[in-house]
């Protein structure tokens, strides 16, 4: 028998407990720190945070922020990338519909109409242009995110919730290969909630709430835990840890949903057209057809029908191993909260993933490539503005046998330097009298090197200024002008396919859940009757 659920129980020896499981996806979000190092950095760069990155000069590691002020001079940037994520997303978030749903069947079309009025409803009240918004961002800036699709009850209403998951507290397995994640075989993300949220979702009865409290005390007390660590910055990708949430107020708990095998016969009933799976252990429900089977053959003799007439129920020629989602709330302790397959009629993880890119299995973010760009820039402006402080700019050079005998010097430089300013003096004969220098900063062509970077970063991400809206140069056409839009955003039409398709998964799982969970008063509610 093949269960994989149960065997790692028995091997285990504990039914509540499964802290191997809980390691092996410690060493999965363990490898991905390369990719949360990653994000951070490019997040970094957007949010206007460019001179954050680590460098070493003579042994020393510093922020290059820091050298840059040790050497006496401003760190100037220019942020070029935001407005480049900015553009993208906003050139999708506009063309967006909300979704609908089509009726292949001319006859079923107002059922389509019907899904299509409650989906939309749920859409509003999610809010999902906000999550949309967010998650192209994030896969913009990191490279991947992940949103989590539910059926509960939050601010006192039973409805399908949208979540977007915090990619730094997100795990999976490494062995994806299918650019549609069909091969991935495990999936979980971090949670830190309040205690009382915790007690809410899995509090069975009043004894769990004083056994939830031993194992959070920080959490569990009426007063706030001491704080040792600043909590303003606890998404930091450095200083995250697996197991220890760095607000202690809080209550970890990992989500984790994997898939299972199990032993199972797929049922068909002859009689009746009906098809579903029961488990090859389960006795008593092929004891039942068995027994139904018997019964309508015993019906069929005395009817004096052909045995091959008979309408039987069959399941022994339906043998197969089923790979199925098992779903798993734990502790940091190993504790199982809860446990159970999907519950989804669709059997499928709540989850929706997009990746882009994912080489090698490595996740690159998508302004990776502009990174460089905008680091020339930012490094061009911090020298062009060295160079014109350090330059002279009106130092006048006075001979001392040049100042009048009734003036000092202070006087004198007071009057040089005043407005209206009159000194009276005695020329000299040898003709000595203050002068005046300036220098220029160097033949550094500022402007023209900020046009060759900007452009090498347009052409490194596709955003043109065309797709960014900015106005055409002095006599262009209106149609060329027209022509170039259309054939700036052809390098990205391939993301927002791929993105386009990650939002219709995320509203395929939500109408599930309408399709699964509501009610006919439920729809009558929301599209009338």
Known sequence: ?????????????????????????YHLWNNLEGFRERRARAMRWIDGDQWGDMITVKNKTMLERDYITSQGNVALQANQIKRLVETIAGGYIKQQNEPICKARAREEQVYGELMSTCLQTNWQLNDMPIIIDDAIKEVLGGGLAAVYESYEYRNGELDSWTDKWHPNYIFFDSTMKDPRFYDLELIGCIHDMPFGRFCEKFAQEPDDIEKFARWYADASSPLYASLTEDINDKHNAEEMTFFTPKD??????????????????????ENTGELYIINADDHESIKAINAENARRKALAAQQGWDEDEIPLIHYKENFFVDTYWYGRFMTPAGCILWEGESPYTNRRCPVTLIILPMTDGKIVSYISDA?????????????????????????TYVPKNSIPDDMTEEEFAEQ??????????????????????????????????????????ESGTSVSAAIRGEQPKSGTAAALYAQQTENSATPLASLMMRFGV?????????????????TPERYEQIAGQ
């Not at 905008?374 to 060295?386: F, H, K, V």
């Not at 407005?419 to 000595?432: C, L």
């Not at 990650?502 to 509501?518: D, E």
Request: glycine share 4%; with cysteine.
């Open 1 to 25: 028998m093949s269960d994989s659920v149960n065997y790692r129980k028995y091997f285990l020896g504990q039914e509540e407990y499964d802290t191997q499981l809980l390691y092996y996806c």
């Open 248 to 269: 202690r107020n809080l209550c970890r708990v990992y989500e984790i949903w994997r898939k299972e095998s199990r032993d199972r016969y797929r049922v068909h009933d």
């Open 371 to 395: 990174i460089d760009q905008n680091r020339y820039i930012n490094r061009m402006l911090t020298l062009y503005d060295w160079m014109q402080r350090a330059g002279l700019k009106g130092v």
């Open 416 to 457: 040089l330097t005043s407005i209206d300013g009159i000194v009276f003096y005695e020329p000299r004969k040898d003709g000595v009298k203050p002068e005046t220098f300036y220098s220029h900063p160097g033949t550094i062509n500022l402007a023209e090197i900020v046009r060759m970077m900007k452009e090498l970063m």
């Open 502 to 518: 990650f939002v219709r998964n995320i509203a395929k799982l939500k109408l599930n859940n309408i399709q699964q969970f509501y």
